[in-house]
T-cell receptor, first 111, second 113 residues
Framework: QKEVEQDPGPLSVPEGAIVSLNCTYS??????FMWYRQYSRKGPELLMY????GNKEDGRFTAQVDKSSKYISLFIRDSQPSDSATYLC???????????FGAGTILRVKS | EAGVTQSPTHLIKTRGQQVTLRCSPI?????VYWYQQALGLGLQFLLW???????NRGNFPPRFSGRQFPNYSSELNVNALELEDSALYLC????????????FGPGTRLTVL
């Protein structure tokens, strides 16, 4: 079993839809949770960074962490074609510094 | 502010050869991380350098090695290349050690024939 599980998709939605992306994990030592966006043939871009459980909002993006369920989510409101990319969840143990990534979910937003 | 830069952009090598990849962190960042993104395997942690020292290493053979220079830039060396080393090699940096916000460069795409 992988430490971090993420459905690879692809997830296809119409423009303007609310997108929900999720990851589950098995290691309860993970404390820091991140979401990255990666366009084709580019490096990952940090979107959201959260510590422990709770919600964090930044513009159209909301990240949720539920440590009791070992489940994290990223919501994208009013999705745009420019949001089409691969979304990677990543997590790290306190002071561990190594990021453990999910496989990434391919998102396609159709205009 | 300039982001993480990597060179070269692309490389083609043959089995058994050696390769050196380079990374310059964001100005002011002291920690540099290397990851491998191979098709079907996802992003995997390779190495972490901070203040010139290797701090952590992923589950990769010793032919993967690197170093960090006094200006915090870094090199990744891969010896005795194998076909399965074909991947996108990504460098990331963070402001200080222990801070988990890592910012990635565009990567170097290595093809081993």
């Amino acid at each position: 079993q992988k430490e971090v599980e993420q459905d690879p998709g692809p997830l296809s939605v119409p423009e303007g839809a609310i997108v929900s992306l999720n990851c589950t994990y098995s290691n309860s030592a993970f404390q820091y949770f991140m979401w990255y966006r990666q366009y084709s043939r580019k490096g990952p871009e940090l979107l959201m960074y959260t510590y422990s459980s709770g919600n964090k909002e930044d513009g159209r993006f909301t990240a949720q962490v539920d440590k009791s369920s070992k489940y994290i989510s990223l919501f994208i409101r009013d999705s745009q074609p420019s949001d089409s990319a691969t979304y990677l969840c990543a997590m790290s143990m306190e002071y561990g510094n190594k990021l453990v990534f999910g496989a990434g979910t391919i998102l396609r937003v159709k205009s | 502010e300039a982001g993480v830069t990597q060179s070269p952009t692309h490389l083609i090598k043959t089995r058994g050869q050696q390769v050196t990849l380079r990374c310059s962190p964001i100005s002011g960042h002291t920690s540099v991380y290397w990851y491998q993104q191979a098709l079907g395997l996802g992003l995997q942690f390779l190495l972490w350098y901070d203040e010139g020292e290797e701090r952590n290493r992923g589950n990769f053979p010793p032919r993967f090695s690197g170093r960090q220079f006094p200006n915090y830039s870094s090199e990744l060396n891969v010896n005795a290349l194998e076909l399965e080393d074909s991947a996108l090699y990504l460098c990331a940096s963070s402001l200080v050690a222990g801070l988990n916000e890592q910012f990635f460069g565009p990567g170097t795409r290595l093809t081993v024939l």
